[in-house]
């Protein structure tokens, strides 16, 4: 990522920060209307879970200028799923309520360049986590709750 690109996330995700339990309740909301299927991974009560997704997605942001620092936590993000069944399918969801809960978020300041900025940001992320996952995956048994694990 360029650093420009760095800094639009880094800018935007700040403005995120002051709702941040709002845009937890947008991306969990969204999610599972558009992947139904998912919900079943989660636990019955989402609290700590919307904590985690934004700890996470703070994390991410504040070191994306430095990405090798959080390589390893992105890659046992990664890995850990595996074993609740999380797959690659999953990833394209995801992605999808991450933009769609940051365009609701930050209104008309979702510019072009701000989506782009986010969108290669998920992108290699995901691609990080897909990438730690397959090395685990064919020896990695299956275990209820799948998703309540992703972000935590």
């Known amino acids: 990522m360029t650093p420009d690109k760095v800094k639009l996330v880094q800018d935007s995700f700040k403005k995120v920060v002051p709702i941040a339990g709002t845009a937890a309740d947008l991306f969990y909301d969204r999610l599972f209307t558009i992947a139904p299927e998912v919900r079943s991974l989660f636990p019955e009560d989402l609290t700590e879970q ?11 942001v504040t070191n994306l200028h430095q990405v090798e620092t959080i390589l390893p936590a992105v890659q046992d993000l990664g890995r850990r799923p595996v074993a609740y069944g999380v797959t690659d399918k999953h990833f394209e969801p995801v992605g999808e309520a ?11 300041e979702f510019t072009p360049p701000v989506k782009e900025a986010w969108t290669e940001t998920y992108l ?3 691609g990080v986590m897909k990438q730690a996952a397959a090395e685990i995956a064919p020896a990695a048994p299956v275990k209820k709750g799948v998703m309540s694990r992703l972000f935590g």
């Open 50 to 60: 919307k904590k985690k997704l934004i700890q996470m997605l703070a994390t991410a």
């Open 124 to 126: 290699t992320v995901a």
């Open 98 to 108: 991450l933009l769609w809960t940051l365009e609701k978020g930050l209104g008309d």
